[in-house]
């Protein structure tokens, strides 16, 4: 590979393709060169190619950058764009997060079909999701709904809800502003009901160790603010060894100049929870994620972590 070239990888899907768009569209206006200079290579993943049960059963996040993991490792790919969402919460050794661009809205939305709230679905209908964050956090409030696992891109879940599969679903409201679905959400979930997944809402950017030319490029683009908020939360996942097995939710945000995070572990089905939050100097935030992290531990329920 030229090094005047860096090769963007992604994912194939229409939201992994918009994330590397614009990616690619803030590198060229940054560094003042031509698209060219930066091509996407498209991947289908194993996660992208497994449909019909949780990824939790299947191996976790990494299934969703496993083959452009391998193709930056060797050299094909210079930039890889994930949703930090996605991320494993330990990179695959040669690799490093170099930064994350600005953070989009990082609430979750409901979906219902009919355009009903959360709140107005009747007793036993059926709500969709894969995630086992949201399933937990659905049951939690909800526990006289029924939840199964909706997988597929957005616009096959919005295509499922618009077919009466589901009463409805849950989705990232940065995903549908991406898409230019914002219009669909029935509604935006309050945090305090549902804290979002770490990382939901931030576009990571993974580079090779060592990667000089690559590193550069992302800091010229990369927000500094977003960095040190995702970098809390991935601090408390960490500590918590957490993956799509164990439902965790984390989410800071810069207010008045300090950073506060709160963060959230729940069993499966919502039954238990144990709720933590942090204050302090964004100079912190790793000290300060990973300490909420311990008590997040130290407070947990026997069997709540259990995989």
Do not use: W, Y
Request: aromatic share 4%.
């Amino acid at each position: 590979m030229s090094p005047d070239i860096l090769t963007i990888g992604t994912r194939g899907s229409p939201l992994a393709l918009a994330q590397a768009h614009e990616t690619q569209n803030r590198l060229v206006a940054a560094l003042s060169r031509a698209a060219d200079a930066f091509p996407l290579a498209v991947f289908k993943t194993t996660g992208d190619r497994i449909q019909d049960r949780p990824l939790s059963e299947a191996g976790g996040k990494g299934l969703f950058t496993k083959e452009i993991d391998e193709a930056q490792l060797a050299g094909r790919v210079a930039i890889a764009v994930h949703s930090s969402k996605d991320l494993p919460t330990a990179l695959p050794e040669g690799l490093e997060i170099a930064g994350f661009l600005t953070r989009e809205d990082a609430r979750d939305v409901f979906i219902g079909a009919g355009g009903k709230r959360f709140a107005e679905l009747p007793p036993g209908a059926l709500v969709g999701s894969a995630s086992l964050r949201r399933q937990a956090q659905i049951l939690r409030l909800r526990p006289e709904l029924r939840v199964e696992i909706l997988r597929g891109n957005v616009g096959t879940r919005l295509s499922r809800i618009e077919a009466g599969d589901f009463a409805g679903t849950l989705l990232a409201l940065a995903g549908l502003k991406r898409l230019g679905f914002e219009a669909k959400a029935t509604e935006i979930l309050d945090p305090a009901d549902f804290l979002p997944a770490v990382g939901q809402g931030a576009i990571g950017l993974v580079v090779r160790n060592g990667d000089g030319p690559a590193r550069e490029a992302v800091q010229a683009i990369a927000c500094q603010e977003t960095g040190i908020a995702v970098s809390c939360e991935r601090a408390f996942l960490a500590v918590l060894d957490g993956s799509c097995r164990t439902p965790i939710a984390g989410h800071a945000r810069m207010e008045d100049g300090r950073l506060v995070f709160r963060g959230l572990v729940l069993a499966p089905g919502g039954t238990r929870s144990v709720a933590v939050e942090r204050a302090g100097d964004p100079a912190d935030a790793v000290a300060m994620g990973a300490d909420a992290g311990r008590e997040a531990l130290a407070k947990a329920p026997p069997g709540i972590l259990d995989r």
